[in-house]
């Protein structure tokens, strides 16, 4: 029987380790990071449809969302396509929640939701590895977006490897109203790394991620995680928004344990010791006029609903 539509969800993620290599001679960078999946989710719904379209809503802004082929959600229902020889098409209709241009993976959450969702409409049964490996090409974060929990990144980020953490983790996470590009991170990255050559350690061509990190995740311990949280895009994302350098320091100095730029930025996350300092935080940052968000981690990958 003909599948009227399949509705998928995938989680935003953070970044609590962000290693980031050397320039390469291609114009990236090796990483080491430790995903997280948070309880922020992306949904998507795909119907039969003859051409390949999608539309957003949700309790965030969509307005400026491309609605153009090269959405990843479109290029991951085509890649479908491609893979199986499918001739038919699909509407996708996404609801948002997790910041746009926010470095929490919203866009690969949509992707990885959408993967799921048309595999499932059309009836393709392309596999786990098929669609991992579909992941992996639509862009670096996406095959963790499909599998969630926690996880170490190596190469892109796609590299995955699971890490065990026990029990669940308390944040409070600050979305800002002027979204951050990534490749505009990186490249101010590279600028302060070449500015600053002389007084700053040298850049290790191949990053790792540091075993007491992945020892409090396996111990559930918040406080130790918190020692352990670093981003190496941070400084290059408070040159380009000095701003988020006071939210941080809100954070911190009203009940955080840490507080840290996720991915690329420019949300700023902030681990918290248990869910009363959580609800606090969330109560103060909304008096203070900031719109914040308390999530758990880690949370399951993409799946249908």
């Known amino acids: 029987m003909a599948v009227r539509s399949v509705t998928a969800t ?5 970044n609590l380790c962000l290693r980031v290599g050397a320039l390469r001679d291609d114009g990236y960078h090796d990483l080491a990071t430790v995903f997280q999946a948070v309880s922020l989710v992306e949904e998507v719904t795909a119907t039969p449809s003859a051409g390949f379209t999608c539309a957003f809503s949700g309790p965030i802004d969509v307005s400026n969302v491309p609605l153009t082929a090269d959405n990843l959600v479109l290029r991951a229902a085509r890649a479908i396509a491609a893979a199986t020889g499918y001739d038919g098409g699909v ?3 996404v609801i948002k929640r997790v910041p746009i241009a926010g470095g929490m993976g919203g866009g690969s959450a949509d992707a990885a939701a959408a993967l799921l969702a048309v595999d499932a409409l059309w009836q393709t049964h392309l596999g786990k590895d098929a669609l991992m490996s579909i992941a992996a090409d639509l862009g670096s974060d996406v095959p963790f977006s499909m599998v969630g929990g926690t996880a170490i990144g190596l190469g892109r980020g796609e590299d995955l490897s699971p890490v065990l953490a026990t029990g669940h983790f308390e944040w409070v996470l600050v979305p800002h109203d002027h979204g951050l590009s990534t490749p505009t991170v990186y490249r101010e990255l590279d600028r302060h790394r070449e500015e600053h050559r ?15 990190l992945l020892q409090a995740l396996r111990g559930g311990d918040p406080v130790l995680l918190a020692d352990y949280l670093v981003n190496d895009l941070q400084v290059a994302a408070l ?3 000095p701003e988020l350098g006071a939210t941080l320091e809100y954070g911190e100095s ?5 507080g840290i730029v996720s991915g690329s930025g420019p949300t700023t ?3 918290m010791p248990d869910s009363t300092a959580a609800v606090d935080l969330v109560d103060l940052f909304t008096r203070r006029g900031q719109r914040a968000l308390r999530v758990l981690s880690p949370v399951h ?4 609903q």
């Open 10 to 14: 995938a989680p935003g993620k953070i």
């Open 91 to 93: 509407h996708l209709e």
């Open 198 to 212: 002389l007084e700053i350690p040298p850049v290790v061509d191949c990053p790792d991620v540091e075993m007491p």
């Open 239 to 241: 040159h380009l928004q």
């Open 254 to 258: 009203h009940g955080a344990l840490a």
């Open 269 to 271: 996350a902030f681990l």
């Open 301 to 304: 990958g993409a799946r249908l």
